[in-house]
């Protein structure tokens, strides 16, 4: 038996393919607009821009920002067998820009008093990574 194997049946967990290019560009100080530019689909990116946003007290674009980085990482899920459900562990550092941008627009949504999305994508993150939802939050 695999030491991970899941014995209630439930969802296998998803692992994002690794894109190290827009992690590496922002690690090495690289703008996230400039990162976001080059590579659209890149959650990570748009995380980021929401978080600067965010703390610059521009709460609409920090929305708009995790809007864009929260569907570019459900499109990604997708891709990579995810059913809408299940595990998304923070752990595997590619899924860190999805789970970094669904907590951002949880922030955002709560900040412009959008309640019903604030406690839906709170509890997405809960049920797919409670190590994100504990470390962002």
Same mark, same amino acid.
């Not at 590619?94 to 412009?112: E, M, T």
């Given at each position: /038996?695999?030491?991970?194997?899941?014995?209630?049946?439930?969802?296998? *967990?998803?692992?994002?393919?690794?894109?190290?290019?827009?992690?590496? /560009?922002?690690?090495?100080?690289?703008?996230?607009?400039?990162?976001?530019?080059?590579?659209? #689909?890149?959650?990570?990116?748009?995380? +980021?821009?929401?978080?600067?946003?965010?703390?610059? $007290?521009?709460?609409?674009?920090?929305?708009?920002?995790?809007?864009?980085?929260?569907?570019?990482?459900?499109?990604?899920?997708?891709?990579? $067998?995810?059913?809408?459900?299940?595990?998304?562990?923070?752990?595997?550092?590619?899924?860190?820009?999805?789970?970094?941008?669904?907590?951002?627009?949880?922030?955002?949504? +709560?900040?412009? $008093?959008? +309640?019903?999305?604030? *406690?839906?994508?709170?509890?997405?993150?809960?049920?797919?990574?409670? #190590?994100?939802?504990?470390?962002?939050?």
């Amino acid at each position: /038996m695999a030491i991970h194997e899941n014995l209630l049946g439930g969802p296998p *967990e998803t692992h994002l393919p690794d894109d190290p290019e827009p992690r590496e /560009m922002l690690a090495s100080g690289t703008a996230p607009s400039e990162v976001a530019a080059k590579y659209p #689909t890149s959650s990570l990116a748009w995380a +980021q821009l929401a978080d600067d946003a965010f703390e610059a $007290g521009s709460v609409v674009a920090s929305y708009a920002y995790a809007r864009t980085g929260y569907h570019r990482g459900l499109d990604a899920l997708r891709r990579s $067998g995810w059913k809408g459900h299940g595990p998304v562990p923070f752990e595997h550092e590619p899924n860190r820009g999805f789970l970094r941008a669904l907590h951002a627009l949880a922030r955002a949504a +709560q900040a412009i $008093g959008e +309640q019903d999305e604030y *406690e839906r994508c709170s509890s997405f993150l809960k049920d797919s990574s409670p #190590t994100a939802a504990s470390t962002l939050g």
